[in-house]
C-alpha cells in the first residue's frame, strides 16, 4: 500500500523527467484494467477496503464535494503479483450507486464500459519510487476521483 497523502500532483503536460517505459502507462486514456488484462496472463483485483471515509483534504478539494464518500483501496494483480495500488473516492449520490455495489470487480470496467462517463485530466505524481497518475471521472452530476500507483512489478516483462 502506498501512502497517498499530501501528494505534489502536476498535470501531465507539465512533466518532462518522465521514462518512457512509465510514460506508455501514464499517458494512456484507455481502461487500465484491459491494457492490464492484455499484458498478464492472469489478472484479479484485490479490495482492500471499501468503506465511508474521509478523503485527504487534497481530494476533497478537487471534487468540490464535502458529502459522504466511499474510499475504496484496491491491488491490481498481474500473475500474481501487485502491479497497480488504486484509491478511488467515490461520492455516495445516485449516480453512483451502481459503482458502490461492483465488489472485487474493476472500476475501470464500469467507468469505461459506459460511454455517457467522461474522463477528465491526468495528473501525475512520483512517489517512493512509483509514478502515479489521477483523474476524474464524471457521472450525471457526480464525480469521482481515481488515483492509480504503478510499481516496478508493471514494468517487469
Known sequence: MINT??????????????????????????SLTAKLKQKFN????????QAESLAHADETELLDWCGQSVVREVELLGDNQVVVFARSIIPITNDTQNLLKIGNKPLGEALFNDKNIKRGQLQITHTHGNWGRRSIFTIGSTQVLV?????????VV
Do not use: A, G, H, M
Open 5 to 30: 497523502k499530501n501528494l505534489i500532483w502536476t498535470n501531465l503536460n507539465q512533466v518532462s523527467n518522465i521514462p518512457d517505459y512509465v510514460l506508455t502507462w501514464l499517458d494512456d486514456q484507455q
Open 42 to 49: 492472469r489478472f484479479s483485483v484485490n479490495v482492500l477496503s
Open 147 to 155: 488515483s492509480e500507483f504503478f510499481t516496478e512489478n508493471l514494468y
